[in-house]
């Protein structure tokens, strides 16, 4: 059984139109997301995916395009995503660029950060699960992969007050992130171009789900 494992509320709507497969969103809470993906374990899930919205390191990855990851890096290790696994999700999304996975507790929010981290682990993009699922699935002796879209560029920053606005069921608190823009005008910009970004990865993602199963 397929165990997919998102971080928010709309990935986790379009990954439970996947056939087959159980599914669980951790809010882009990391310590979160752990306890779920033992949970979809112990639910019967026999591989994991980590699913959804990420962000680039790389000037060649851009706004739109899925990723499919071949290893995961953190500050806590590294693991290699299931090769044939990978091949066959790449076979079945021919468009899909590969390579390495950085998943991170907190947000990448800069494009300096953004370079920097591209410079030291030569990762491709950026996310805040993956890490997760590839430590239980390493703990239980299963497979990992990773498909993602990117939702925001290597040359985009992202505010970082989205992260407080994303409430525990991985919805985005509307108001919230209004009452932090009348405060804070300047970041309206980098804000709509997220907002744009984010609604071109969900549908990359909304047009790849039939393949996942």
């Given at each position: 059984?397929?165990g997919?494992?998102?971080?928010?509320?709309?990935?986790?709507?379009?990954?439970?139109?996947?056939?087959?497969?159980?599914?669980?969103?951790?809010?882009?809470?990391?310590?979160?997301?752990?306890?779920?993906?033992?949970?979809?374990?112990?639910?019967?899930?026999?591989?994991?995916?980590?699913?959804?919205?990420?962000?680039?390191?790389?000037?060649s990855?851009?706004?739109?395009?899925?990723?499919?990851?071949?290893?995961?890096?953190?500050e806590?290790?590294q693991?290699?995503?299931?090769?044939?696994?990978?091949?066959?999700?790449?076979?079945?999304?021919?468009?899909?660029?590969?390579?390495?996975?950085?998943?991170?507790?907190?947000?990448?929010?800069?494009?300096?950060e953004?370079?920097?981290?591209?410079?030291?682990?030569?990762?491709?993009?950026?996310?805040?699960?993956?890490?997760?699922?590839?430590?239980?699935?390493?703990?239980?002796?299963?497979?990992?992969?990773?498909?993602?879209?990117?939702?925001?560029?290597?040359?985009?920053?992202?505010?970082?007050?989205?992260?407080?606005?994303?409430?525990?069921?991985?919805?985005?608190?509307?108001?919230?992130?209004?009452?932090?823009?009348?405060?804070?005008?300047?970041?309206?910009?980098?804000?709509?171009?997220?907002?744009?970004?984010?609604?071109?990865?969900?549908?990359?993602?909304?047009?790849?789900?039939?393949?996942?199963?």
């Amino acid at each position: 059984m397929l165990g997919i494992l998102c971080g928010l509320g709309s990935e986790k709507r379009i990954a439970s139109g996947v056939r087959g497969a159980i599914v669980a969103c951790a809010a882009a809470r990391p310590h979160k997301a752990r306890e779920l993906a033992r949970e979809l374990v112990a639910m019967g899930a026999t591989r994991l995916l980590s699913f959804g919205i990420a962000g680039s390191l790389d000037s060649s990855v851009n706004l739109g395009d899925v990723f499919i990851g071949t290893r995961i890096a953190a500050e806590t290790g590294q693991w290699t995503c299931d090769d044939a696994w990978g091949k066959e999700l790449a076979q079945r999304i021919p468009q899909a660029k590969r390579g390495g996975v950085y998943s991170s507790e907190v947000l990448i929010p800069t494009v300096e950060e953004k370079d920097l981290l591209h410079q030291r682990t030569g990762c491709a993009i950026v996310d805040m699960e993956s890490q997760c699922a590839a430590e239980i699935a390493a703990d239980h002796g299963i497979p990992v992969a990773v498909v993602r879209s990117v939702c925001d560029d290597a040359v985009m920053n992202v505010p970082p007050f989205v992260m407080a606005a994303i409430a525990e069921d991985g919805s985005l608190n509307v108001m919230k992130s209004l009452g932090h823009l009348f405060l804070h005008p300047v970041q309206t910009s980098d804000l709509f171009k997220v907002a744009h970004g984010t609604h071109k990865a969900l549908n990359a993602l909304r047009s790849i789900k039939s393949v996942l199963s």
